[in-house]
Structure formats: C-alpha cells, structure tokens
C-alpha cells in the first residue's frame, strides 16, 4: 500500500520540521506549515490526512477542521493538541475529525492513525 | 486542608450577635413601652380629672348641704316667730306670765333658742325671758335696731351684747300703729352655728366657719382665729352669689381649694378652706393598682421581645452560618474551577515543548535507526539545542506555576504591579491569542511598587481579564491601564470592546450566584469583590451597551499602612 500524503498545521516550527522529517523517514509524503494562509496550497493538492493543531496562532484550528471538510470532505484529519479537555475533543470529532490525539504523541501511534485514516479516506472515496 | 467552617467561625463571632441582639431588645422594649407609658400618662390624667372634678362635686354638694341646713334652720325660726308675733294676742307679750308660757312653748319646739324678748319702738327691752337680766335693756343704740326701722325680719351678726356671750339675734317686727311698733327678739348661741358647720365631712388640715361681709368671723375657725376676729385670708369674697363658688387657692405654697356661698336672710357667708388635696389618693391608688399593672406589663413585654428577638437573631445568625458555608464552599468550587482552567491552560503550554522535544529525542532515534550518526553529528547538535529550547520554555512554565501556588499562602508582599498584570496576561496568552485579542497596556512608568497580597489580587485581574476575553469578539480589543490615584493609592483599569452589560444586569454583577454566562459558577465578580475590599481597596464597573464594559480596581499602595488605619 502506498503511504499516505500527510499534511502537518501546527504553529510550532519545531515540531512540524521534526514530525514531517520523522514522517519522511519512516516513507510518508509529508508536508509542514505553520499557518492557515501557507496550508491553504498543500490542503489544494488534496494530502490523504492532515495533522491539525487546534490552537493556531492566526486562526481557530477548528474552524480550519471545518473548511477543511467542506472543500473535501474525504481528506481525513488527526487533531494533535496540547489541550485534553473534553469539550475540544468532542467538537473535534463532531465536526469531522478522523481523531483527536493529545501532544506529545508516540510517532508508532500517529503512524498507526495515519494508516488508519488512509485507509477511511479510501473507503469513503 | 481547607476547612470552611473554620473560617466562617472566625468572621462570625458570637460578640455580634449578641451585641445585635441587646441593641433590638432595647431598642423594641423602649418603643414598645412608649405607648404603655402614653397609656398610664393618659389613665393618670383622666383619673386625675375624675378625682378633681368628683371632689369639686362633692365640696360643692357638701356646701349645699350645710348652707341650706343653716338657711332651714334660721328661716324655720323666723315662719314660727312671725306666725307668734302677729297671731297671738297682744297680751302675750305684755303679760309677764302668758310671755313665759309662750317662750316655753317656743323653746320646746325649737332647738338653740336662748332667750325671748319684746322690745318697744323706743328700744327698751319691756319684757325679757332668758337666764340673763336684760329686762329694761335699751337697745335704742345698737345696729340691729336702727335697721329695723327698714326692715320687718333681721338676723343680725354674731356679736358679745350684754351677756358677753358670742350670739346673734333674730328679730321680727309687728307695726302697732302707723307710728308705733313692737319687735319680738329671739337669741341663739353661735354654738348651735359651729354644731351646724360640723355637718359637713372635713379633714383635721381643712377647715369650714361663718364670716360675715366685712370679713369678720361669725363662728370660730381652727386656723384664722375665734369668732368675731377679722378673718386673716387674703381672698375676695363675692357676697351676692346664690351658688357654691370653689376657687383654687395656694396656702403656704401648697394648693388648697376655697369654697364659699352666701347664706340666705342673714348675713352671713359659708366658708370653707380644704387643704387635704385629693390628688394624693391617687398615688397610692397608682401605686398599689396601675404600678403592678405596669410591672407585669413591662415585665411580659420584655419577655415577649426578648424570647423573639432570641428567635430571630438566632435564626439569622443559622442563616449567616448557612449562607457563609455555602459561599464557602461555592468560592472553593470557583477556586478550583479557575485552577481547573488554569491546569488546562498550562497542560497545552507544557505539552507543546514536550511535544517538540518528543519529536526532536524520536528524530534522533530515528536518524540512528534510519542513517549514519557520524554524518549527522551537526543535525544531532542541532536537535539537541531544541529539546534544550523546549526544556528552558517547560521551566519557565512550571517556575510560572510554582510562583502562582505559593500565592494560595495569602501573604503580603511589595511587587511591582505593571510586571504582575503582565504574569497574569502570560497565564492566558493563548486563550488572547485564540481570539486574536488585540491587548494594549498604557502602563504609568513611574508607578511605587504597591505592598498586598499578589495572589489574591492577581487572582482578581484572572477574573475580570478572563471575563474581557470571553466578552470580546474575535479581533476584539483589551486595554489595561495603570495609573497613580495619589500618594496612597493605585487604579488599574480594565477596559473591553465586547457587547457591554445592561443597566439592570449591572447593578446585580457583583451579587454572589449572578452570571449570564452559561458555564458560570456567578461567584467570580463577588469573590473579587469581596478580595479587593479585603485588601483595603475598591472595585467599580461601568457599561454601555455595544461599546464595552471598564472594570476599575482602586487600591492601597501599602495594604499594611491601611489596614494598620
């Protein structure tokens, strides 16, 4: 099966160069920005799952979620944040969200999600 | 641990509320009595005025009494000897023995009389029966008898005559002829006056006697002298009344009442002078009567008071006990819920270095599992500097936390306010960012470190921030303002552009359990409230609806200084 095209949101320079290089070794085509205006081309090109934080610098990482969904409903997204509450993580997932994992996440987990929602992208399509 | 009951007990001292309920019993049973005080003021006066007026009535009945029994007596006296005078013979009163018979008669049937005598028109005695030697007498000389000429019938004044004898005389004229006339003259002893006086019911200090027009006393009189002296009281004395007159009088400074009213066909007026005042029985009918009265009354009224106001304050006292456990206990809930919001808050600021370094250590794992470390050397370096980085930012964080925690210790401290603003700002720098709140400072540079609790009021500026963040719109604004009131005194003015809060709602933000918040617990504002005037200080909000709401937060510089105040 072929890896996933994975796109990666988050304001966090650091952590989107080290996922998306991790991401890289381990055979996935993955991309990171650190805004919505610079992930607005990649969401474009239609990656198989996004990786989204929801606490953005220029925006509300759900409101991202939502437009994300309604240009292409198929293109499945992890919401990866520093927040655990309850509240989040349920209107996350009401509105779309393939899941919600809670920062620092441990990369066999993500690629399991990832695989997981390629696989879901598929189905749906 | 936390223990509210602890620190209810130690606000509520029972000192006041028993100071509250000393100043309501005191306060009720004086009102209340006011009116049982009105109430025996106006029983005291109606008694009084029943007492005064039945006395006036019964001195005046009692006068009435005596004067018309002396009136009787005398006018009695005077129908018999004009019936005698001008029905008998005129034998009778030259003949010396039918003289006597009728004198015998006469005494027998009427009381008092001394003597009997006839006296010509030239006023010599002709005939006299008596036990004194008058026959022969001429009288042509006295009073009486010049004012015969005038008259048919006289009573004269109590006077000596001959026998030396205080009496008065009561004399009948008959006309003989158009120029001869004979009078018929009876005596009496002033004794059978003073008996007639004694009917009338008097006290030993009072006294009753006869005085004639010119003031001279016709019977004796225990405290102006003996009969014919002149009467020693310094009252005018109308003599053409026909009624009981009674007239206050004060007699060596104490009030006395004068009674007096003519007498009848003589001339003599009934006097008397009571000096036992009747308002001195009402003392003890007070005393016995409406005192044990009033007693039992002030004694069930203070009963009454006291066991409901016991009651009452009791109960409010249960109430304040209840309320303050329950606001207790709910500021606990509050405390917990900002800490749950703040853990929150914190949970994604440390997870997101952790996170970074999680991927930084798993990179790393990955370049030897997937490369060569020795072609990576600089990269590793590379990635080290960033979890380093991340491990600085976690620091800073839970140095953050560590400083807020100690503030849950309430202790004073000096600080410098603008930097503590700032610490509180950075506690919820990603909720502002969230929203993309534009928040301004316009700091006063030179503003005195203040002396307060930091925790407690950094815990109010969370409070009113947090509620200006939630206010706002997305891209809504934040100013917050410091300035120098005076040498004492700090303002900190919170401002937002959110949709302002209505008039009505207004007045109500700083009441315990008031939120229009959905989530809201409504005890935020009042816990702030209840911090700030704790602290010495003074916290205001003004509102307009659609333009923003400007929280304004005054306080001492030096908390000590002021409480110390």
Known sequence: MKKAKVLIIDDEQELVTALTERLNLRGYDASGVVSLSEAINFIKQIPDVIILDIGLQDTDGLEVLKRIKEINPSIQVIMLSGYGDTERINKSLQSGAFDYLIKPVDIEDLVSKIDSAKLKKEESI | MFNPLKQVLSKLTEERYFNLKFRLILLNTFFAIIPLGIVITITYLWIYQIVHDDFRNNLKWQMEETRHSIEFFISERISALRFVSSSYPEEYFTDEKKFHR??????????GIVDIGVINSKGIQTLYIGPYQL??????QAEWFKDMAMRTVYV?????GYRKIPHFSIVIKKELSSKD???????????ILQKLLSNLEIESQDDIFLVNRDKILQTNSKLFGNALEPLKLKVTIEDDTNHIKIYEYDIDRKQAYLAYGTIKNTPWILVALIRSEPYEKIPSFFTREVTMISIFSIALIFFVITTSINTLVNRVQKADYEREIAIANAEHADKLASIGRLAAGVAHEINNPLAIINEKAGLMKDLIEYGDITQNKEKFLQLIGSIQDSVVRCRTITHRLLSFSRKIDKTTEQFQLNEAIQEVIGFIVKEIEAKSINVTYDFQ???PKITT???????VLLNIINNAVDAVDMGGKIEIK???????????LIKDNGPGIPKERLKHIFEPFYTTKKKGTGLGLYI?????????GDIKVSSEVDKGTTFSIEMPINFETERSK
């Open chain 2, 181 to 191: 006339f004979r009078l018929l003259r009876v005596s009496i002893n002033m004794d």
């Open chain 2, 528 to 536: 702030s409230y209840g911090i700030i005037k704790k602290l010495g």
């Open chain 2, 453 to 459: 609790d930091k925790g407690q009021l950094q815990q």
């Open chain 2, 445 to 447: 540079d030179n503003l």
């Open chain 2, 482 to 492: 410091t300035e120098l009131i005076d040498n004492n005194r700090i303002r900190i």
């Open chain 2, 102 to 111: 009728l004198f015998s008669d006469f005494k027998r049937e009427f009381e």
């Open chain 2, 135 to 140: 026959t022969g007498r001429d009288y042509s």
């Open chain 2, 156 to 160: 004269t004044d109590v006077f000596l």
